[in-house]
């Protein structure tokens, strides 16, 4: 009964159903276009929910929804045992973590901060350094799945830390996701998500390239679509996203401008560590492309446009 209710179940044994009934108080931070319907996802499975986003009026359709707005991201994470924070970038994490009036001043001693944010591995441990001497904890648990993966609560999700920690996040993590994997300590679910940024943006990038040089050839897109998922080429991106770009469809599930970050975000860890990467750094100036000629806010299949330009080809059916 549950499970046909809400898809984000799907996977649920019966230990963690039990645990899963019992309500949780999260206080939520930053309703963008994924943390909006991840929160939504919360609230719907009966969870006290407070929320706080930087542009309160934010908060107002998840209030109608039967969450509790907070006055800043303290008062979201006092009184809460858990509190997730989903912003765009490092220094947002940090600032709404531990900046003035942060996460940090209103969590309680032996509560779990989860980030789902997708950051710098080495600034995730260091906020969770922060709070571990403030003596509350915290997971990173960026996702993946875009807007649509977020409204079904069947996101990917990839989290760090420590891994009792983890277990007891996990009747939370259930409602917004199906696909939940424990990477390893601190840092680990960032680092597995900039390595699924690496994969899936290289993917999309060969794709936009390879309807493009369809298309200059006068193919059938639909065909070649079909045959790309059918064979050894097949990913969630072409099964996804390659209908939706050849109808010309560019609304945001994953924004061009979050693609840029993500793969900036590869690069700084890469040199961190001395580590040659020779496509990512390709990959990254494909973005930044879509980025710079105007396409930041629409979905990662609007690179296609800087191809159609560059070539005169169109790759719409």
Known sequence: MVQSSFSGLAGLNADNLRSYHTMKKIGFVGLGLIGTPMCKNLVAAGHDVKVWNRTASRTEPLVAN????AASAAEAARGSEVTIT??????????VILGPDGVIQGAASDSIVIDMS???PAVTRKIAAALQEQ??????APVSGGVTGAAAGTLSIMAGGDRAIFDRCLPVLEAMGTKITYCGPSGMG???KLANQITGLGTMAAMCEALVFAASNGADLDAVLSALGGGAAAS?????LGPVLVQGKFDPGF???????????VLEAATEN??????TPIVTQVFRSAQQTGHGDEGIQAYVKVLEALSGVEART
Do not use: F, Y
């Not at 039967?66 to 707005?69: D, F, I, T, V």
């Not at 989903?86 to 600032?95: F, R, T, W």
């Not at 003596?135 to 990173?140: P, V």
């Open 66 to 69: 039967g969450a509790q707005a």
């Open 86 to 95: 989903c912003v765009s970038d490092s220094a947002d994490v940090e600032d």
């Open 118 to 120: 997708t950051i710098s």
């Open 135 to 140: 003596g509350s904890h915290m997971i990173d």
């Open 190 to 192: 960032q680092v597995t």
């Open 236 to 240: 969630w991106m072409v099964e996804n």
């Open 255 to 265: 924004m061009v401008k979050l693609a840029h970050k993500d793969l900036r975000l």
């Open 274 to 279: 001395n580590l040659p990467l020779v496509t």
